[in-house]
């Protein structure tokens, strides 16, 4: 179960051939526990590590069923597996996108950004690479190809527009750095390559979409804009997002700061234990443990108790210690019992009927405890 791989894969990838179609069952003891001694031998630690905090499944709790572990609920939905897809993708652009997304210009500014940074406007280079077209040279100056750098930054009349505000001794730079990087420091350093520009980098952001709709007018009506109207036109747009935020800000409301309540732990009445549960995973590690304390109607301490779980989610690990706790309270003889836990997502998930997939084995080792006599 590296990440979202099913056991069996990592089985099979072991070349371990005999133990096809032996089902999960088969695995388990007689007291309900893993049969350690018949799989650990062929799987990896970290491996091992997550099967140690699943719970193994009981012939009581019910017949087997199909569930997708992608999403919080057992439904398969594209959106949960692109989300589980993802998680395994280096995030390399995610500092890009935070920038991008914090931009302070307009909306479909923020959204070309992002397609610039992704390659993804269209220009001649791009429509040649889909086969939308031959010719794949800039229509401005018939000297280059068009790719996102040369519609955007060095197209004569264009670099032309950039050197005409770029600091003498950045120009070079300017020209030569990656187009994400190029708009990561526009955006974020704003007296980096210009000096006189007030916030460079709503302008920044308008000059940049103001000459891709320059050479869209170009291709599509033949209309020739004059590269110096674009400097103002994009002054202009600068001077009204400049106008949109400063109205925005004086319009929020001062909202009052959070008032925290204090928790406060109340005992339960006479003849009640309460049970308080805590559980998480190892920041670092990943390794989860859980554990627990009773107590009686007088606060007295009764019993704790804590357990090494293995690797698994916050939410399994906060399910771990409702189901330990729940467990030694049966033991000990315990019937009435209040459960109290800080985490919201169990308390959901356990008044929930609904069978969710996430932690599905720990809710129906918990289902049968709750309806025990
Ligand atoms: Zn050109």
Redesign the pocket.
């Known amino acids: 179960m590296n990440k979202n791989r099913l056991i069996i894969h990592q089985l099979l990838d072991s070349n371990v051939a005999h133990v096809q179609g032996v089902p999960v069952a088969s695995m388990v003891d007689l007291n309900g526990d893993w049969n350690w001694q018949l799989f650990q031998h062929m799987l990896p630690h970290h491996v091992l590590l997550r099967i140690a905090a699943i719970r193994a499944p009981l012939p009581l709790l019910g017949a087997d069923n199909v569930g997708w572990r992608g999403g919080i609920m057992d439904r398969f939905s594209v959106k949960a597996a692109y989300k589980v897809r993802m998680a395994d993708t280096p995030q390399v652009t995610d500092k890009v996108w935070e920038i991008i997304h914090k931009h302070r210009g307009l909306q479909r500014i923020r959204v070309f950004l992002w397609l610039v940074c992704r390659n993804k406007i269209m220009t001649n280079v791009e429509r040649g690479r889909r086969q939308l077209t031959t010719d794949t040279y ?1 229509p ?2 018939n ?2 190809p ?1 790719d996102v750098d ?1 519609v955007l930054r060095s ?2 009349s264009t670099a032309a527009v950039w050197c005409s505000i770029i600091k003498s001794d950045k120009v070079n730079e300017f020209f030569s750095l990656s187009i994400s990087e190029w708009i990561v420091i526009n955006l974020t350093k704003p007296d980096y390559f210009v000096s006189h520009e007030a916030e460079w980098d709503i302008l920044f952001g308008a000059l940049v979409w103001y000459f891709w709709k320059a050479r869209n007018a170009l291709v599509f009506n033949g209309a020739v804009e004059v590269n110096r109207s674009i400097l103002e036109l994009s002054r202009q747009l600068r001077d009204v997002a400049v106008r949109a935020l400063v109205l925005q800000q004086s319009n929020q409301v001062v909202s009052t700061p959070l008032m925290r309540s204090p928790v406060e732990w109340t005992p339960p009445e006479q003849g009640w234990v309460k049970l308080n549960t805590d559980g998480a995973p190892h920041a670092i590690s990943g390794m989860a443990s859980c554990g627990g304390v009773f107590r009686d109607h007088m606060g007295e301490w009764i019993l704790g108790f804590s357990k090494f779980i293995g690797v698994c989610s916050v939410v399994d690990a906060e399910l771990w210690g409702v189901l330990v706790g729940l467990e030694s309270a049966w033991s000990h003889g315990f019937r009435k019992i209040i459960i109290e836990t800080d985490s919201l997502d169990v308390c959901r998930l356990l008044r929930s009927d609904n069978h969710s997939q996430q932690g599905l084995s720990l809710l129906m080792h918990l289902n049968r405890l709750r309806h025990q006599d």
């Open positions: 800039c401005v100056c000297s280059y068009e040369h197209c004569a």
